[in-house]
């Protein structure tokens, strides 16, 4: 084992091929002096020797390579050239030069020419465009919005506080973008052909078999004397003056818009436009969730695991507070004392009697029936509280202003009342079922979830209900045109007042609450003002707060196109609120969660709340009949129409390619196609498991092969 050269000090195995050990492991004085009694094959007792034998890949072009280098290195240093098969020739790695040398050997273009294929060439050329793009997205990490902020909130308080505040960040961003989509391809258009910039026309078509009285729309405009509180109710509302401005889908009663010779299908565009917000929020959070459940994998892969991440791996060296790193080591004793408790209710559910679990169950479904009962109650608040307003918002001069206001935001003010109330009682009521307390998190959180995502989907039926007609009279319309001349418009107020009322529910609870509390908690030392202490910062009912905001503006653009504007200053308002609320007047959580773990919770909530977003929007598209008094899709029986519509005026070539698209012909092979990628892609992530699976074992054989070393060079010693 010990090569004959220069170097008589080289250690033995620094040729071996044992996994996981080099050669400054191994002792030195059992290359200058073996011992004579150790056995020169015991390598070959390694646990992993003949595993390495069996996966022992073919060194030929390794060899290559290394001959090549070996003949430039020769070539450059001024002495012989190895001979091209030779075995016994020394590797790049032990030439005696200077690392500098090697390095300059090994990027010589001459090395490059000599083993690299084109193929190989161009795979370099491609690795060094993306090192070029990653420094320029290394570059652009310093531009993130609010990158210093974030950073600080994760010094004091961790990654898990961390991770809403930076989840608050991307709902800025896909707002944002979504309101550069909305302005660009549909609302500037429109103003421009409405004002005649860039000498520009708009095209406006009379509804044709259409009644006149359903094209009858005259909006609730201020005339007259004007007092300041009917702008700021306006303002509320988005009725008046907000009325017809193009906040809302009803100022966009055009058909087509003429910008030079370039004629722009308002209507169609108005569409796709709408399928372009929705693809682009789809696609970026299943981005970010890939992301997110490959980190969550790494953490959920076994109990033992956890423990030991908890042990060795569960300090959060992002920490500099002295308060945060107490928070934290309260923490993670928290944790631990959560998973020693899980395992004793494991235990203690294995050792049921059947009688016991009878009990347990009937208790279950009980509290379960108490909460379908909380549930209904809110949901046929909601509808009675819907149809009450839609039904008595227009008659104002009967009301005063202070009644009017509170009738049209009564959906608004019921709403947030069954989502602040239910979750209350839910968790009182999670606290009888005997779960674990991970599950009772989760299932108290899913609830939750539950009722502020279904509140809104009750709202919107409710609505639907009162927008559908029953008389004869108006079937001819579609729809109840006496109470809703333009009921895209009517959708569209509903949603920017669930908007605007969130809003104001977060800033008066920041004002009125929260620093009250922190005032009584600071100055005055009553025992039960000191037991009632600060409000904890929710990591969970914050990010549930947002994502019912981020439905509700899903849902609303495609009747308020600049919905997603009014969204992005509202989050951008809430985290300033929100960072001053943390530091100042609330305490974080004492139950933390993961960042990586939640991270993934909040996207697939969002999912959930798109998915959910989806629906009304399809059925507003596909199913309802457009208002005949306004907006692009006068002309067409429902939003969809639009597009057979425009694929009439197509080449018939492409007519045909487009009908045999949309063919059974086309679909059937298409689907078996997805399916064989389906199922290879299944097969490929089965592989993948099958790797790590093996690369576990490797690593655990190599501990065993370090362990059986030690042993080897302890007897060694001893014998020498």
Known sequence: YVRSSSSALRPCFAQSNIPGVTAEDLSVDLCTDPPPAAPVGFLQELPSYRSVLRRRAAPGDVEERRGNLRGIAAAELGGPKPEGGESGALPLRELPVSIADKRRIRDSPQA??????????????????KKALKDIKELSSYMKLWRHDIHSIEGKFGTGIQSYFSFLRFLVLLNFLIFILMFSFVTLPTVISNYGIF?????????????????????????????????????????????????????YAIDAAWISVLRYNLPLAYLLTTFAYLALSLLWIIKRSVEGFRQNLVHDV????????????????????????????????????????????KQKIADRTMKEKLRIYSLRIFINLIVIAVLSGCFYSIYRATVFSQENSSNVNGVGFQANLLVQYLPSIVITS???????????LIRFEDYSPAFEIRLTLMRCVFVRLANIGVLLFSLWSQIHCATDRCKACGYDYELYPCWESAVGQEMYKLLIFDFIIIIAMTLFVDFPRKLLVTYCSWKLVQWWGLQEFGISDNVLEIIYGQTICWIGTFFSPLLPAIATIKYFIIFYIKKISLIHTRKPTSRPIRASSSNFFFLLVLLIGLI?????????????????????????????AVVPDTVLHFPIGLQKVLYGIASEAFAVPFFMVACLLMFYFIALAGAHKRVVEQLREQLVMESRDKLFLIEKLTEAQKNS
């Not at 007259?224 to 906040?247: I, N, R």
Request: hydrophobic share 35%; aromatic share 16%.
């Open 112 to 129: 490059d020419i000599k083993y690299s294929s084109g193929w190989n060439q161009w795979k370099r050329t491609r690795k060094s465009w």
């Open 199 to 251: 000498n520009s026309s708009s095209a406006k078509i009379s509804p044709k078999n259409t009644e006149p009285y359903c094209t009858v729309y005259t909006p609730s405009g201020n005339k007259g004397l004007v007092y300041f509180y009917t702008y700021l109710k306006d303002l509320l509302t988005g009725t008046g003056f907000l009325e017809m401005t193009a906040l809302f889908y009803g100022y």
């Open 302 to 345: 076994n109990q033992f695991q956890s423990y030991c991440n908890k042990v060795f791996a569960g300090w959060d060296f992002c920490i500099t507070d002295l308060n945060a790193a107490r928070l934290k080591h309260r923490s993670l004793l928290y944790e631990l004392q959560t998973d020693l408790e899980e395992e004793r209710l």
């Open 418 to 428: 069954a989502n602040f109330i239910a979750p209350q009682i839910f968790s009182v």
């Open 612 to 640: 959910l977003a989806f629906v009304p929007v399809g059925i507003s598209i596909a199913h309802i009949s457009s208002s005949k008094a306004c907006g692009p899709f006068r002309n067409f029986n429902t939003s969809w």
